[in-house]
């Protein structure tokens, strides 16, 4: 069972690069999100899709863009990397739709530094 | 609007002796709760979660909490503590009609042997 899958696991990046982390379920899902978490400051929202062909802002969207490919992908771009986006990223799924209590479902994170 | 405190950034317990970590929250609509655990360098499990039912939930590894809506709480207990137990917990709310969870800070339990 993969369950969540989230690439790379590992990344480094200059002060202005760009990179796309991608995030892929096998769950059959509804809704997909995007976390990073920082030390002291539990997990904060980024961006969600609640459903396929929707996507919205989190609590801390800012430099970040997101694309829900379809059902299984939901890709995170940053367009030009700064060093306060270094973080652990987290994507989850879950089936809020059907289910406001339905959990979450996490990867396993990347860990991206910004120099 | 909700939110969710967890009242402890540190809990430090000995091997075998009682965990107690603590939640509190508040939400505009009838909540889900969830603990969620993640080890070291881990992605994270969850643990148990509550959606109405018996107010006394049992979840994996032992852990169990009770969900107290006079008091707004959720605390997240275990009667004897394994090393193993040694994570990051948090403690989650999403309000009835919600597609959002909002996370607590999390507590770090650390187990001396």
């Known amino acids: 069972n993969a369950g969540v899958t989230q690439t790379p696991k590992f990344q480094v990046l200059k002060t202005g690069q760009s990179m796309t982390l991608q995030c892929a379920q096998d769950?059959?899902?509804?809704?997909m999100y995007w976390y990073r978490q920082d030390p002291g400051m539990g997990l904060r929202l980024i961006y969600y899709?609640?459903?396929?062909?929707?996507?919205d802002k989190g609590e801390v969207p800012n430099g970040y863009n997101v694309s829900r490919l379809n059902k299984r992908e939901f890709s995170l771009r940053l367009e030009s990397a700064a060093p306060s986006q270094t973080s652990v990223y987290f994507c989850?799924?879950?089936?809020?739709?059907?289910?406001?209590?339905?959990?979450?479902?996490f990867g396993n994170g990347t860990r991206l530094t910004v120099t | 609007a909700q939110s969710v405190t967890q009242l402890d950034s540190h809990v430090s317990v000995s091997e075998g002796t009682p965990v107690l970590l603590r939640c509190n929250y508040s939400s505009s609509y009838s909540p889900s709760l969830f603990w969620y655990v993640q080890h070291p360098n881990k992605g994270l499990q969850l643990l148990l979660k509550y959606t109405s039912a018996a107010t006394l939930v049992k979840g994996i590894n032992g852990f169990e909490a009770e969900f107290k809506k006079s008091e707004t709480s959720f605390h997240l207990t275990k009667p004897s503590a394994h090393m193993s137990d040694a994570a990051e917990y948090f403690c989650?709310?999403?309000?009835?009609?919600?597609?959002?969870?909002?996370f607590g800070r999390g507590t770090s339990l650390i187990v001396h042997p």
């Open positions: 899709s609640a459903s396929e062909g929707t996507t």
């Open positions: 989650v709310v999403v309000s009835g009609g919600s597609y959002i969870p909002t």
């Open positions: 989850a799924s879950s089936d809020a739709v059907s289910s406001y209590n339905s959990p979450l479902h």
């Open positions: 769950m059959n899902h509804n809704s």
